[in-house]
C-alpha cells in the first residue's frame, strides 16, 4: 500500500536556518522558514518512513507523531553533531535547512557596546563547517539529497554542489523567481543527478515537492530491491 511504501526506512532531514551568536544577544542568521524540510517530514511520515528532524530555527509547527522524533539546534556546528549522531542509521539524509557558511571567529561573552564616535565596527568570520558534504564523503548506504538557492547561474552551480558535496541528488532552486524560495509556499526547481539530464519541475506547493522527493526515494528503494 502507498502509505507503507517506505516502511522500515529511516529518512533523516534537516530543515530551518542556523543561527551564530555574535554576543549575548545577537547573532547572524538567514531567512528559512523551515517549509521545505517540513514537506519532506510530512511526505516521508505518510509513506511509512521513521523520520529523525534536525532543526533550526523554523517558522512552521513540527507535528507530534510517534515516528518522527525532534531534535532542535542553533548552530552549524551543532546542527553537524546531531546530524552525524543519526547518519548511520539512516537511509537517506535530506539537507533542507539553510546553513551558516560563517560564523564570528569569536563570540563575544558580553554585549558589545558601541563606543563613542564609532562609525564602522568589523566582525571577523571564520567558515563553517559544510555538514551535506561531510557525510556525503562518509555516505555508504545513505542516499543524500541537497538544496541549491541560487539567484544566477542556476544549473552550473547545482551541478557543482552535487560533485563537491558527494550528493545523489541536488534539488536546485532559482530564488531570484518569483514563487520561489525562502518564505513562500511554492518552488520551481529542478532535480540534479549524476550522469543525468536535468529534470525541470513546474511550480508546485512545497508540500507537492516534498512527496516528489521522497517518491524519488521510494522508486530508488523500490528498483535496488
Ligand atoms: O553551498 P550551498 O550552501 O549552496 O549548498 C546548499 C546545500 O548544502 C544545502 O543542502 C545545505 O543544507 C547544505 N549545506 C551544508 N552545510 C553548509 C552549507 C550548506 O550542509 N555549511
Known sequence: ANQNRLAGKTILVTAGGTREAIDPVRFIGNRSSGKM?????QAALAAGAKVIAVIGQVQVEFP????LMVKKVTTTAEMLATTAASFEKADALVM???????????????????????????????????????LGAKKNHQIVM???????????NAQVKLAKKHADYIVANDVSQVGSGFGVATDQVTILQPNRAPEKWPLLSKQEVGERLIN????RWQQSK
Do not use: Y
Not at 507530534?64 to 515516528?67: L, S, Y
Not at 560564523?103 to 562609525?119: E, G, L, M, N
Not at 541549491?148 to 552550473?156: G, P, S
Open 216 to 219: 524519488i526515494l521510494a522508486k
Open 96 to 134: 533542507a535547512a539553510a546553513v551558516a557558511d560563517f560564523r564570528p571567529a569569536v563570540v563575544a561573552d558580553q554585549k558589545i557596546k558601541k563606543q563613542i564616535s564609532q562609525d564602522e565596527l568589523t566582525i571577523s568570520l571564520v567558515k563553517n563547517p559544510d555538514i551535506l558534504a561531510t
Open 37 to 41: 524540510g517540513l514537506a519532506v517530514v
Open 146 to 156: 541537497g538544496f541549491a538557492a541560487e539567484t544566477n547561474d542556476l544549473l552550473q
Open 64 to 67: 507530534n507523531h510517534p515516528n
